[in-house]
């Protein structure tokens, strides 16, 4: 999915429904939610200086493709109680085209799976 995936659409998509509370440039600053520049690969709850839910942090290890996909699926279902008060994407290809954006704000994308 993701190999197909439109980091194009994803970034029209981010901007549409998550750049409400969400900066992505490098450095940017937090609104509501934390700053996702170079998230992909990173620890849940990438930031120092932001303040997580205990929610988000209870998630150990990276947020790789797949815990990406599933936590923009259902964010509170995969973490009960988090701050990120969004209903979640359905449909599998536009989380693969934002989770393709995301991957594109890194100097250093992380590989394909
Ligand atoms: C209403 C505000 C809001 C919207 C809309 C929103 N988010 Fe979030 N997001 C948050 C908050 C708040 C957190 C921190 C959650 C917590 O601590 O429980 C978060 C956390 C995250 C994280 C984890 C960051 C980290 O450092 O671990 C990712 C990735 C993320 N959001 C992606 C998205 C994407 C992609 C969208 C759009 C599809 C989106 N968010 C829409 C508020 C929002």
Redesign the pocket.
């Known amino acids: 999915m993701l190999g197909s995936a439109d980091p194009e659409a994803g970034g029209a998509l981010?901007r549409r429904?998550?750049a409400?509370?969400?900066s992505v440039n490098e450095g940017g600053r937090n609104g509501?939610?934390?700053n996702?520049y170079d998230?992909v690969g990173?620890p849940?709850?990438?930031?120092e200086n932001?303040n997580?839910?205990a929610?988000?942090k209870a998630h150990q290890g990276p947020?790789n493709y797949d815990e990406?996909d599933r936590?923009?699926a259902n964010p509170q279902g995969y973490?009960p109680g988090?701050?990120?008060?969004?209903v979640g994407?359905k449909d599998p290809k536009d989380r693969a085209n934002?989770i393709a954006y995301?991957r594109s704000l890194s100097a250093n994308p992380v590989p394909l799976p």
């Open positions: 981010f429904q998550c409400v509370c969400h509501v939610g934390p996702l998230v990173k849940h709850g990438h930031l932001f997580y839910s929610a988000l947020w990406l936590w923009l973490a988090t701050r990120m008060g969004f994407l934002v995301l």
